[in-house]
């Protein structure tokens, strides 16, 4: 069991990694193309001069979440209203699971701002430690619900200042949505609405490459 989890987060994390990769050639840099797979950063490429790191910008609960969303709807992006259906699934069970003693999630309560903010930080303190080094340093970050600019610029709020090296840029996946950030001199450089056929090609793409179809 715990060698088949493994390899189900494995292909989960690639999914994610695959994800990004194609929405930054297909909404960013066509270029990107040359990104090669790697480990810390997840993608680079010595031609471009650049390294890529994706994560998730979730805690422990809300990766439970994750994979509530995974079950009922596979591995997809989902919006908030997906989550209420989720949430109303819940509710019917939530009596019994109360008795149980298990904790019920609540979608409500989570916080993309927090989240975002110390996984950036932490983030920024591996490229600081163990990471490869390149003329540009990326940092690509999935949330779990759609955010604003207003609060994207909110998790700008941290101190970067003690580091020697930060994030060139940082790439804020809201779905349907990209920021494309600068948190060093927090600025929000812009962003890109994507349209819903694009976004399902992005997806079939990452699931083709991370072994899910």
């Given at each position: 069991?715990?060698?088949t989890?493994?390899t ?25 193309r040359?990104?090669?797979k790697?480990?810390?950063p ?5 031609s471009l001069?650049t390294?890529v ?15 509530i ?10 919006k ?6 989720i ?7 939530s ?11 609540d979608?409500s ?8 903010k110390?996984?950036?930080i932490?983030?920024?303190e ?11 340093n990326?940092?690509y ?14 998790c700008f709020d ?9 994030f ?6 809201c779905?349907?949505r ?31 490459k991370?072994?899910?179809?």
């Amino acid at each position: 069991m715990s060698e088949t989890n493994n390899t189900n987060s494995k292909i989960n994390r690639e999914f994610f990694e695959y994800y990004a990769k194609y929405s930054l050639i297909m909404s960013y840099r066509r270029d990107y193309r040359k990104l090669k797979k790697g480990e810390s950063p997840d993608w680079h490429s010595s031609s471009l001069d650049t390294g890529v790191e994706v994560t998730r910008a979730i805690n422990k609960d809300i990766y439970l979440a994750y994979n509530i969303i995974n079950e009922y709807f596979g591995n997809v992006f989902v919006k908030d209203n997906i989550a209420e259906q989720i949430i109303d699934r819940e509710r019917e069970r939530s009596e019994s699971a109360k008795a149980a003693g298990i904790s019920i999630i609540d979608y409500s309560d989570i916080s993309n701002i927090n989240n975002l903010k110390k996984r950036y930080i932490y983030k920024t303190e591996k490229l600081n430690k163990n990471y490869i080094h390149f003329s540009e340093n990326h940092l690509y970050m999935f949330t779990f619900k759609s955010m604003s600019e207003d609060e994207v610029k909110q998790c700008f709020d941290i101190d970067l200042a003690k580091y020697k090296m930060n994030f060139d840029i940082c790439f804020i996946n809201c779905f349907d949505r990209l920021y494309i950030c600068d948190f060093v001199n927090r600025a929000v450089l812009y962003s890109v609405n994507e349209r819903p056929e694009t976004l399902n090609l992005i997806k079939k793409k990452a699931l083709k490459k991370s072994r899910l179809i």
